[in-house]
């Protein structure tokens, strides 16, 4: 079976942050996790993870699902690949990928066609590289008739091989029992007392074995963050490039400027997104919607020709032919239904709108479950929550809510009833009835006056 060792020690210490620095997100995920997706695209399960630095939070994140082991001590890529050697000595048959938790660009087909390349060279190692315009600052690859001769850092290379472009990545595939030999042979002779995994090519040379380099074709895996400006750079191209794969499939943006969608997001043809806007997780959004401005949505399946200005939706469904905003909440397990509408600051939670339904302005709406073509009044408040338990509330189709009324659930409008303004509304109401709540009201002639007296000193 092939493996992968994902090396995530890093602390990261110019992102001035008390966490590793593959847990640094770009656009909303961390990078480790896109180096973990990668992985699995390309048919990798079998992951192990090296810590280091405040290693129980990649044990939180993983949650168990992938092996870690822990780097005690930072001496070198060499080293920090040591500690997964039991891992490896599970299954020795096959392949092994390292790779860096912090390199959030690596993809699925470089992973699969390095692989392919390096199975038919019969290679020990095999280095996966790009070509950089400008590579300063990058390890040099020095090939030779038969693969590679070596890697050659910046700081030791010759004016000659400073001209070369093509650098290492810090990926590589490995034949597993080789890497296990080749471990073993590492030294930390070096000026930082390291041990350097880019040293297996030397001595896998040395040995009479074969050393081979798969240049991708996807330069961006080069792409890594020290800082807080790298990892802006990271968020700002990961940003445009999903933007741009939405352009190509029909979606509409007239200006970019604060629209932030994240890679799993769905989006059909003629939808048009506007400025800051925010669209999160697994979002899925049906054509020709217009969404934004000021709207943040996360893990939301919206329907076709939906409208939905500032507004915040989360976990929820909003149907087809549904205008909602400015100024309203749909918090989670909330569905809408089609061609509902709801106005301005509005809040909606765990609830079902029924089709046709409007909901105008200043309302609020939670644990209750509203038919169809119901209208809500302003000021409407669901009384969901008695301090100690939460209750629902049920409205009939076609029922008409007056503004100001109050529904302490559990409570159930029957069809088509009406609610008079200011009714409280403390148990179920009929089909076809009114429910109205009215005081009796008293005038006080001159009560005014004579606080006026009183507050003028008169």
């Not at 060792?5 to 890093?10: E, H, P, Q, R």
């Not at 070198?76 to 690949?81: D, E, I, Y």
């Not at 030791?156 to 034949?175: C, H, M, P």
């Not at 800082?227 to 943006?253: P, Q």
């Amino acid at each position: 079976m092939n493996k992968a060792v994902i090396l995530a020690g890093g602390q990261g210490k110019r992102m001035k942050a008390d966490m590793p620095k593959p847990l640094f997100k770009v656009l909303g995920e961390p990078m480790l996790r896109w180096v973990i997706s990668a992985c699995e695209e390309a048919e990798l399960s079998d992951i192990c993870v090296v810590k280091g630095f405040r290693g129980e939070m990649i044990d939180e994140y993983l949650g168990g699902k992938y092996r870690t082991v822990l780097q005690a001590e930072r001496l070198g890529t060499g080293h920090a690949v040591m500690q997964a050697v039991p891992f490896l000595e599970d299954d020795t048959e096959g392949n092994t990928l390292v790779l860096c938790g912090d390199a959030p660009f690596i993809d699925a087909e470089t992973i699969k066609e390095s692989l392919v390349i390096h199975k038919q060279q019969n290679n020990a190692v095999t280095v996966i590289t790009a070509e950089l315009d400008d590579p300063f600052g990058y390890g040099r690859i020095i090939r030779s008739a038969g693969g590679i001769s070596g890697i050659v850092e910046q700081k030791d290379a010759t004016e000659e091989q400073r001209l070369i472009k093509e650098v290492n990545s810090g990926t590589y595939w490995f034949r597993t029992a080789d890497l296990i030999e080749l471990l073993g042979k590492l030294d930390n002779n070096n000026v930082q007392n390291e041990y350097y995994l880019t040293d297996t090519i030397s001595i896998a040379l040395a040995e009479g074995k074969n050393a081979g380099a798969y240049k991708s074709e996807n330069a961006d895996i080069i792409k890594g963050a020290n800082d807080r400006k790298d990892l802006l750079a990271l968020n700002t191209y990961a940003r445009m490039a999903v933007i741009e794969k939405h352009l190509a499939n029909g979606v509409e943006f007239t200006c970019t400027d604060g629209v932030v969608i994240e890679r799993g997001v769905e989006i059909g043809v003629g939808t048009e997104i506007l400025p800051n806007t925010i669209i999160r997780k697994n979002t899925t959004i049906g054509c020709n919607c217009k969404i934004g401005p000021n709207t943040v949505i996360e893990n939301c399946k919206i329907g076709d020709d939906v409208n939905l200005h500032t507004v915040q939706a989360y976990e929820s469904e909003i149907e087809a032919g549904v205008k909602i905003g400015p100024y309203v909440h749909i918090r989670p397990d909330s569905v809408v239904k089609t061609g509902a509408k709801i106005g301005d600051f509005v809040e909606i939670k765990n609830s079902t709108i029924g089709e046709k339904t409007a909901i105008a302005h200043l309302a609020y709406v939670g644990d209750s479950d509203i038919g169809k073509r119901v209208n809500i009044g302003c000021g409407t408040v669901t009384v969901n929550y008695d301090g100690i338990a939460k209750s629902r509330c049920v409205i009939g189709d076609n029922c008409f809510v007056g503004c100001n009324t109050n529904l302490i659930a559990p409570v159930k409008l029957g069809k088509a009833v009406y609610t008079a303004a200011g009714t409280t509304v403390t148990r179920d109401v009929p089909d076809y009835a009114l429910a109205i709540d009215r005081g009796v009201m008293k005038i006080n002639e001159g009560y005014t006056l004579r606080k006026l007296k009183s507050k003028l000193g008169k």
